[in-house]
């Protein structure tokens, strides 16, 4: 038996390629309904779509331009090559679980991890015997706490409101220099997920960025929530334990979106078990790293150099690069941003010194 702990995109998709192999595969959710409760801004790149199909089910907007701000009120607009999509997380995670459920997985939801003692889990107040224990838990995993895999993790904060404004349905906006970053995400022309991602006081720099750009919008909700930072030596399996998604850190540290990451590590684990850390480091974890890196150069930033990067960047031959390349996957990107613009090597000596 596969236990699967955590009904998110990662464990959800995992359970449903399990499935299909005719794998005996049990998931274990905390809450009583999957994708609950939210804590996500939603926007995913094209990449998706390479991995499974779109559907209108959990479809709530497609966008395909970008506003970049600096801290002086300049801007950076781009044009996507492909559509970004934005979707309800909750009906997301949803299609997923049924996907799974389809293949043969089985589901146990508002079964609570407690731990486990070799392969003897504890869901509730319940003893189960498990072959194969899979942390796709969160952030705050307790099956890496309990296999000793927790690899001192450290965090950031996303604080996030739903509002009520006016906006282009059609373009995202990011703010460089509130907290790490912030952003309002379009869910329409009159509503839209605006937050921001910090390493403290996420509710101040929420603040700033409501007052500097919907200063009188009605909240609909909140959604705070912490984000792992991606750990390169995170232990990903252990004997017969394994951890994907969040709970092993597979989030990329430029804009702390792990969706992609986390479902492509689900591939690599079902393709083959015995050797995933190995592989998923070689194949998911280059690009993490490489958006670690990039974070490290852009938390030493001046209010001044993100100035002097948004007017950079409004060059034609490095706004084509934005446009046409996954944000996914830095290690296919950088070097074309180099070539374009060799200055851009300043901003890379802030990860030495």
Not at 71 to 83: D, I
Not at 173 to 202: C, H, K, M, N, T
Not at 251 to 265: E, L
Request: glycine residues 8%; aromatic residues 10%; proline residues 4%.
């Amino acid at each position: 038996m596969i236990s699967v702990i955590g009904a998110g995109p990662s464990g959800n998709y995992l359970a449903y390629l399990l499935a299909k192999k005719n794998e005996d595969v049990h998931v274990y959710e905390d809450h009583k309904e999957i994708g609950v409760p939210i804590q996500c801004t939603g926007i995913i790149t094209p990449e998706l779509e390479t991995i499974i199909p779109i559907k209108k089910s959990f479809l709530t907007n497609k966008i395909n331009q970008a506003k970049i701000y600096s801290p002086n009120g300049n801007s950076l607009h781009v044009k996507f090559a492909k559509e970004d999509v934005i979707v309800n997380r909750t009906k997301f995670d949803s299609h997923l679980g049924e996907m799974a459920k389809k293949a043969g997985a089985t589901y146990h939801l508002g079964k609570r991890f407690q731990d486990n003692k070799g392969k003897k889990m504890k869901i509730g107040e319940e003893f189960i015997e498990t072959d194969i224990l899979v942390g796709a838990d969160g952030p705050f995993s307790r099956v890496a706490k309990s296999n000793d895999m927790w690899c001192d993790r450290k965090f950031v904060t996303g604080n996030q409101v739903t509002v009520e404004v006016d906006c282009d349905p059609k373009l995202v906006e990011f703010w460089l220099g509130i907290g790490l970053f912030g952003w309002l995400v379009p869910e329409s022309d009159s509503v839209a997920r605006v937050g921001i991602v910090s390493y403290d006081q996420p509710d101040k720099y929420l603040q700033k960025l409501v007052d500097r750009r919907c200063p009188k919008a009605k909240t609909i909700s909140k959604e705070p929530g912490a984000i792992p930072i991606y750990n390169p030596k995170q232990t990903l399996q252990k004997d017969f334990v394994y951890l994907i998604g969040d709970a092993a850190t597979q989030v990329k540290a430029t804009s702390y979106g792990g969706i992609v990451h986390g479902m492509r590590a689900a591939e690599v684990l079902v393709r083959d078990m015995k050797h995933y850390q190995k592989n998923c480091r070689k194949e998911v974890g280059r690009d993490l790293y490489l958006s670690l890196l990039i974070r490290k150069a852009m938390d030493r930033f001046s209010q001044e150099e993100y100035n002097d990067l948004v007017e950079m960047f409004n060059q034609e031959k490095l706004k084509r690069v934005l446009e046409t390349k996954s944000r996914d996957y830095p290690t296919k990107f950088v070097l074309d941003l180099l070539l374009a613009q060799p200055r851009l090597l300043k901003f890379g000596t802030k990860v030495l010194f």
